[in-house]
């Protein structure tokens, strides 16, 4: 045997976000829901903990590696709306 392979889950990650929401019911038969979330996610790499095929470039420091993930979406909207017609 020329060495044995280590498969941890050893790598972190964080999410903070923060959203602001705008509800009106009933407004001339329109109802309408809209929200923007500002979000941020940082972590060690942009692969799932699972995943046995990736090699970290400084295995004893993971923190190397540390910063924003790649899919990352800061900033997100939403709108939905419904119209009711008075009859």
Sequence with gaps: ???IG???SLGYANY???FVSFTTAGW???TARTNLTWSRTLGTQG???ASSEFTEPTPYNLG???GPQPFDIPFVYNLAM???PPF
Excluded: E, K, P
């Design 82 to 84: 419904l119209y009711q």
């Design 47 to 49: 692969v799932v903990q």
């Design 1 to 3: 045997m020329t060495g």
């Design 64 to 66: 190397n590696s540390y």
């Design 16 to 18: 903070n976000g923060a």
């Design 28 to 30: 001339h038969g329109l």
């Design 6 to 8: 280590d498969n941890t």
